[in-house]
């Protein structure tokens, strides 16, 4: 038959080329079936060839199985190398011997039955029937180096009766074993399993020089080398059924050839191919080599894949193969040195090349284009096909090493032999008889003697039997029985067809496993949540593994098979996610009585109430009036509630007549906790002054002293540990800074002198030891005095001058240690500066602060040592509150408060005994769109966050306000303006219950 020829546009060496390929014509054909083993083996690119002759460099076909050597071996399944070829003897009977066999190379073979063989250049080893492995060699035999280090040891046959294996692959100097008991891979040689593949199941395995691959049951292919490195190799989606793996040698350089004289396309060609030949095969493949994985899908197409190793970042694909064949699908493939060749489902073989420069295989021998084959088989530049009559032939371009001689097949073994039937009466077809005095029957032979002798068909070859079945001689005749797993199609057919022990629930699967069918066999693989043999299986405790993907705060819990999560108490979701339930907000919490609700992670607790004693098994109410723990003022009495205390006030208000404009309060705190108000107001002639000295705490009827000397400004004024009121402030239409002291209720005792010639931004502060620090401010200096008696006289006070902070917007405060701490405002900014020394000779403190032309301000200091602030952000009209962030004031923590800020104070409050601290009370005078209200602001967190808000009873004009607490007394007092210009002013005391 003609054979054609096609070409695919891929080459899996290089982005561009061409992958050729040779196709023998498909023709009919016998429909005969060749036998395989009971379990699905690779054939990689180290089991290939049987035996090709070259007769002056001629390509010729050749037959081992033909009518001239008629006992010639049949085989059922073979391995080739480049020089050697091994089969395992096809069986004549159901009980004939299944020996292997070995030519040119390796012909010590072992005795016993056999079902499957590899081989390579150094050695060869066989799987028993009984699943027991065993290996021998050529090269050991005169302990050649690439001898493998076992047979070494063990020459001539080494025996691996100790274990059974399902596969084994044979390389030059590696050889693997699958494990029948669990389908992990064990090699010896120079490849070994690498780490990530220890532990994985394999259905078969293969070697190719220095690349090991197995396939997984699940149809992934994982491939590795000698130095393990693992090859990335992606999931072919239509599944493996069959897989080859080989390299594709780098194009060779042109050598001089003593054989060929021609420079010719051809002379070229065959020079490299007959290098290729010639040289010996590396051991490591050089770094340029390609290595080649090719496989038959489950859907029985073909693909080829370049290996690349997992640390690559390439991503290899699969490219198909012979797309353009028009064969229904492919069963088998074999690869070696970038050759490979396909045997299709009607038992038709068709070759291709991996690489545009790798020579073509010779064309397949068209007196075997009606051959149908079983199996195929490449080598270095040959092809075998192994027929499905068990016929094997090759052809092909390989260097042989001497004349091969096929030997015959072993003689049956005695006691087997054939013998014809009993005779029936004079009838016999076996006895002696003249030369034609009858024919002998059909199946038979007459012999000399005139006898007749049965025709064994199975060990002539001459039988039919077809694919998938084994011949078995009878009396003049044969019969076809199917091999184990394979049944009759139909009744009357000789087709065997694989019986579906699957489908037929013929297998022992176990009941937590899946059986999947293979040709003439099956396996079983666990379930999804099981894990054993398929035959066994236990299910996987996924809790205890910890495998499970439940939530951490859920609890797993292990079925048969799989598990499930339950969100632990206190937690609501599916238990692979579960979060946090709020017994709070869904009220189905269970407190205590006087305690509240409080969600935590996963559960709630209950706290008791604020005052509210925790006793364990009840909250019980604290008597804050017995333990002391009440702030009642100190002329009331303290009486104990439930969950708080009460004290024995009301808020009183006394209205005061006055003749001015009100412009400034000033409140402080005789020793007996009584109250002394300095109120300062405003009229054409300048200020006035006013100190009321109130004989009780609601003030109601005060001793007054009016200063008979008016000032420029609002003036200002202190008090001594002895009662002694200071008062100090410019004098009217001067530039005299007065300086008055009453030393009694009244001010009856007195006395006023001049102390400086300043007098804007007058403040007066006392320390701890009654020294009086006053602090003014001209137009271009900042004065400070400090006095060291009640009258302050020449030889009393120190004075420093100072252009820091020379502004008449002034405040002050003294630390503990006495020293000044001032804010002022100049010009359109805010600062606040401390004093490291008594007269201020140096400062610390913030870099001014815009305020947008802000000119009120208040301050005080906390125990802390930080100062608080209130002032007046002129253009945007807000109420400003500040914090320190340290005793130095290097920077301000601003707050909105409000709008307004016109006149604003501010001073420390004490908390209760529970919420402990110096919270800010705030006055000030709110003007939005004509509405003029003024607000006490009483802040409930330390740092004025939270607040709340009082509309004091001002009415009328109403415009100035002050602020001041009573830290003995614990009243809290508000000064406001109220009525018409120049009606007076309110003093409220407020009871604070705490």
């Known amino acids: ?50 035996l090709v002759i070259i007769i002056c460099g001629i390509a010729v076909g050749v037959s081992l199985h033909n009518s001239s050597d008629p006992d010639a071996a049949s085989m059922t399944q073979m391995s080739a190398t480049s020089a050697s070829l091994c089969g395992i003897v096809a069986p004549t009977t159901e009980d004939s011997s299944t020996p292997v066999v070995c030519y040119t190379l390796h012909t010590n073979t072992p005795g016993g039955n056999y079902r499957v063989v590899s081989s390579s250049i150094t050695h060869a080893c066989a799987l028993s029937t009984l699943d027991t492995a065993v290996c021998w060699g050529a090269a050991c035999d005169d302990d050649h180096p690439s001898c493998p280090a076992e047979l070494k040891a063990s020459k001539p046959v080494w025996d691996r009766s100790d274990e059974q294996f399902t596969a084994v692959a044979v390389g030059d100097y590696s050889t693997c074993f699958l494990r029948k008991a669990d389908g992990t891979a064990m ?25 090991a691959c197995g396939l997984t049951a699940t149809s992934q292919l994982v491939c590795w080398d000698q130095d393990n490195t693992v090859f990335n190799i992606p999931a072919l989606s239509d599944g493996i059924l069959q897989v080859a793996a080989s ?53 029985h197409k073909l693909y080829c894949i370049n290996l690349q190793p ?4 390439a991503t290899p694909t699969w490219s198909r193969i012979l797309r353009s064949s028009t064969a229904a699908g492919f069963e088998m493939v074999d690869v070696y040195g970038g050759r490979g060749c396909a045997l299709t489902l009607a038992g038709r073989i068709e070759c291709f090349e991996l690489a545009s420069y790798v020579d073509p295989l010779p064309a397949m021998p068209a007196e075997l284009a009606d051959v149908r084959f079983g199996a195929v088989d490449v080598t270095q530049s040959a092809a075998c096909g192994l027929s499905t009559d068990n016929s094997l032939y090759c052809w092909g371009d390989i260097w042989t090493f001497g004349q091969v001689k096929i030997p015959k097949r072993p003689l049956v073994p005695s006691g087997s032999s054939v013998t014809a039937p009993p005779t029936s009466g004079n009838n016999t077809s076996n006895a002696t008889a003249a030369p034609g005095a009858f024919e002998c029957p059909s199946g038979t032979r007459r012999l000399r003697d005139g006898s007749c002798e049965d025709v064994n068909e199975c060990a002539a070859g001459t039988h039919a039997c077809p694919r998938f079945s084994f011949c ?70 996924e809790c205890d593994r910890d495998t499970h993907n439940c939530h951490e705060q859920a609890t797993c819990t292990n079925t048969d098979p799989g598990f499930y999560c339950t969100c632990n108490a206190g937690w609501d979701g599916s238990g692979v996610n579960c979060s946090d339930v709020d017994e709070c907000d869904l009220n189905t919490y269970n407190c205590r009585a006087n305690s509240y609700c409080n969600n935590t992670i996963g559960s709630y607790e209950c706290p008791c109430l604020d005052y509210y004693r925790d006793t364990g098994p009840a909250c019980v109410d604290i008597d804050e009036c017995g333990e002391s723990k009440d702030h ?39 020793a007996s906790g009584l109250p002394v108000f300095l109120v300062s107001g405003f009229n054409a002639s300048g200020y006035s002054a006013h100190l009321l000295w109130c004989d009780d705490h609601d003030c109601a009827n005060p001793t007054v002293f009016e200063s008979p000397v008016l000032f420029d400004e609002a003036p200002h004024a202190n008090i001594l540990s002895d009662d002694t009121v200071i008062l100090a402030g410019r004098r009217v239409n001067s530039q005299v800074l007065l300086y008055r002291w009453c030393s009694d209720v009244g001010c009856t005792v007195t006395g006023t002198h001049q102390v400086d010639d300043a007098g804007y931004g007058t403040r007066v502060g006392v320390d701890s030891n009654d020294d009086i620090v006053i602090m003014t401010s001209s137009d271009t200096e900042l004065k400070v005095m400090r006095c060291d008696a009640p009258e302050c006289m020449w030889g009393d006070r120190l004075v420093n001058a100072t252009n820091k902070a020379n502004s008449p917007y002034l405040d002050m405060v003294l630390t503990d240690q006495g020293l000044p701490v001032v804010t002022h405002l100049e010009s359109r900014f805010l600062g606040v500066f401390t004093c490291v020394d008594d007269l201020c000779s140096n400062f610390t403190g913030s870099e001014t602060l815009a305020t947008d032309d802000g000119f009120m301000s208040s301050i005080v200091l906390r125990t802390d040592g930080r100062a608080a602030l209130v002032w007046r952000q002129q253009s945007s009209g807000k109420l400003m509150f500040g914090l320190c962030d340290d005793a130095a004031c290097s920077t301000i923590q601003t707050r909105e408060l409000t709008n307004g800020g016109y006149f604003p104070t501010i001073d420390l409050m004490e908390g209760d005994w529970l919420y402990p601290g110096q919270y800010p009370v705030i006055t000030h005078l709110k003007s939005v769109t004509g509405t003029r209200t003024v607000q006490l602001i009483k802040c409930t967190s330390l740092d004025c966050s939270t607040k709340d808000t009082t509309v004091l009873q001002s009415t009328g004009y109403g415009g100035a306000s002050g602020v001041f607490y009573n830290p003995i007394s614990h009243y809290l007092y508000t000064m406001d ?18």
């Open 310 to 313: 997992a640390s690559s970042t």
């Open 187 to 211: 090699c010896r040689g120079r490849i070994s399993v690498p780490a990530s593949a220890a532990a994985t199941e394999f259905v078969d395995i293969t070697i190719e020089n220095d690349v």
């Open 1 to 50: 038959m003609k054979s054609e020829s096609a070409s695919l546009e891929i080459d899996l060496m290089s982005e561009e080329g061409t992958l050729m390929r040779s196709r023998s014509s498909k023709t009919t054909g016998s429909s005969s079936s060749s036998p395989v083993n009971a379990k699905k083996y690779l054939i990689l690119g180290y089991s290939a060839v049987a």
């Open 632 to 670: 009642c003022p100190i002329d009331v009495a303290c009486s104990n509630t439930d969950g708080y205390f009460s004290c024995g006030c009301s808020n009183q208000d006394q209205s005061f007549s006055y003749p001015a404009d009100v412009d400034s309060f000033v409140g402080l705190t005789r």
């Open 977 to 994: 303006e109220y009525g018409s210009q120049a009606d007076g002013w309110r003093l409220s005391k407020h009871c604070i219950n705490h």
């Open 472 to 541: 078995e001689n009878t009396y003049g005749s044969y019969e076809c029985p199917c091999f184990p797993g394979y049944a009759k199609e139909s009744a009357g057919s000789e087709t065997c067809v694989d019986i579906d022990e699957c489908a037929l629930d013929t297998h022992d699967c176990h009941v937590n496993a899946t059986c999947v069918n293979w040709r003439g066999s099956f396996w079983c693989t666990c379930n999804i949540g099981f894990e054993g043999t398929g035959t066994e299986c236990v299910d996987i405790d």
């Open 247 to 299: 390299f594709t040698p780098p194009e060779p350089p042109m050598i001089t050839d003593p054989f060929l004289t021609s420079d010719s396309s051809e002379s070229q060609r065959r020079r490299r191919r007959r290098r290729n030949i010639l040289e010996p095969q590396p051991a490591t493949l050089a770094a340029e080599d390609q290595r080649i994985a090719c496989a038959i899908s489950l859907t």
